[in-house]
C-alpha cells in the first residue's frame, strides 16, 4: 500500500470583487497517496516554493475567454513552483528530479498534464527559479529583448520597476548601455533601484503630482522605450514623452486589477503622432527560447553582473498575506513562499 500523508492547502473561498483580503482564502488539509496512478502521466510533487505573481488577481475573479483559467472556489490556488518529483508515471520526469513550473498551492501536488521545466543548473538558489531563472525572468528576457528590439544608449522607463521582472529588466538595459529610470512605490525601493540595481534615476510616483512632469524631468528628450507593468495614469503620463519610433512593451498593468471597472487611457493619438509600436506579450510564446536565456542569465549571475532581490515569506500558512502583499506594494523585491525545506 502506497503511504498516505496530510496535504496542506491554501483554498479560495469564492470569487473576488475589488481588493482581496487575506479572508478570500483559507488553509485546510486532506490526505494524498504518495504514488502517481499507473498508467496516468502524472508527477507527484512536493512543492518547495511557491512563487506569487500579479497575473493571479484576474484568476481570482470568473473570468471569461482569458489566456489563463480563474482559479476555482473551493478549490486549491495554483501558480509557479519549485517542486522535487516524488513519483511519476511520466517518461520525461523521474523520482528525484527538481523542476519549476505550474503547481498547487499545497505541500504535495498530483500533477496530471504536467507542464514542468527540469532544474539542471542546482548552484544557485533554488528559490531563483520562481524568479530570475523562471518565468519572471523569461518575461523581462522576452519583453525587453524580442518585444522592444532595444539598441545602445536608448533611454528605457521601467514602472513597478523593483518587482520580480521590472528590477531584470532595468538591469538588462544596463548592460547594453542605455539609461534606465524607474519608478516604484517606497523610498526603500528607489534605495533598491538606484544602489543594488543600477539605475540612472528613479522615483516615488506616490510623491510625485504630476507624472507628464516627472518623466520630462527624467527624459528631456523623450523615452525609446517604456517597459509598461502598471497602466492607468503611468502610461497617459508616458505616451506624452515618447520619442518617435518608441516601443512599449505591455507586460501587465497591475494598477487595474482590483477595479471593477478598469480606467481609461487618454493619450493614445500619441502612437499615431510618435509612430509608437505598443505590444502586449504573453511569456508562454517565448520559452523556447529557455535554454538561449539560461546560456545568457547565469554566467551573468555567476560573475554577480546582475542580481537578484526575494522577499521570503515562511510556510505555507504565510502565502495569502504575502498574495494579497502585492497589491499594496507590501514586497520589496520578487515576492516568494517557502513551503518545505530543501
Not at 519572471?136 to 539598441?151: D, R
Not at 505591455?250 to 482590483?258: D, T
Not at 502586449?280 to 510564446?285: E, H, T
Request: proline share 6%; charged share 20%; aromatic share 12%.
Amino acid at each position: 500500500m502506497p503511504e498516505t500523508v496530510r496535504n496542506k492547502q491554501v483554498i479560495l473561498k469564492d470569487y473576488v470583487s475589488g481588493f482581496p483580503k487575506e479572508t478570500d482564502m483559507y488553509m485546510t488539509e486532506s490526505s494524498i497517496e504518495l504514488q502517481v496512478p499507473k498508467g496516468s502521466n502524472g508527477v507527484l510533487l512536493k512543492n518547495l516554493y511557491l512563487s506569487c505573481d500579479p497575473y493571479m488577481r484576474p484568476r481570482m475573479t470568473n473570468i471569461k475567454g482569458s489566456y489563463v483559467e480563474s482559479f476555482k472556489p473551493g478549490m486549491p490556488i495554483s501558480g509557479y513552483g519549485v517542486a522535487k518529483v516524488l513519483d511519476s508515471e511520466n517518461p520525461e520526469f523521474k523520482k528525484g528530479d527538481l523542476v519549476w513550473g505550474m503547481t498547487g498551492w499545497e505541500e504535495y501536488s498530483l500533477v496530471t498534464a504536467p507542464h514542468l521545466f527540469k532544474i539542471q543548473h542546482t548552484d544557485v538558489p533554488l528559490s531563483y527559479y520562481t524568479g530570475i531563472l523562471g518565468m519572471p525572468g523569461m518575461t523581462a528576457y522576452a519583453g525587453f529583448y524580442e518585444v522592444c528590439s532595444p539598441k545602445q544608449g536608448e533611454c528605457i522607463f521601467i514602472s513597478a520597476a523593483s518587482g520580480a521582472v521590472g528590477q531584470l529588466v532595468g538591469q538588462f538595459a544596463k548592460l547594453l548601455g542605455c539609461y534606465v529610470v524607474g519608478s516604484a512605490g517606497s523610498k526603500d525601493k528607489i534605495d533598491l533601484l538606484k544602489n543594488k540595481f543600477g539605475f540612472d534615476e528613479a522615483f516615488n510616483y506616490k510623491e510625485e503630482p504630476d507624472l507628464n512632469e516627472s518623466l520630462k524631468r527624467y527624459f528631456p528628450e523623450g523615452i525609446d522605450i517604456y517597459f509598461e507593468n502598471v497602466g492607468g495614469k503611468m502610461l497617459d503620463a508616458v505616451l506624452l514623452n515618447m520619442k518617435i519610433h518608441g516601443r512599449i512593451a505591455v507586460c501587465g498593468m497591475i494598477s487595474q486589477y482590483n477595479l471593477d471597472r478598469p480606467e481609461g487611457v487618454h493619450n493614445l493619438m500619441y502612437l499615431v503622432t510618435k509612430r509608437v509600436r505598443m505590444e502586449g506579450f504573453l511569456v508562454r510564446d517565448y520559452y523556447h527560447l529557455y535554454p538561449k536565456f539560461l546560456e545568457m542569465i547565469i554566467p551573468h549571475i555567476k560573475e554577480g553582473k546582475i542580481v537578484y532581490v526575494e522577499d521570503m515569506a515562511e510556510g505555507l500558512e504565510s502565502a495569502p498575506a504575502a498574495l494579497i502583499g502585492l497589491f499594496s506594494g507590501r514586497n520589496v523585491g520578487k515576492q516568494v513562499v517557502a513551503v518545505a525545506p530543501e
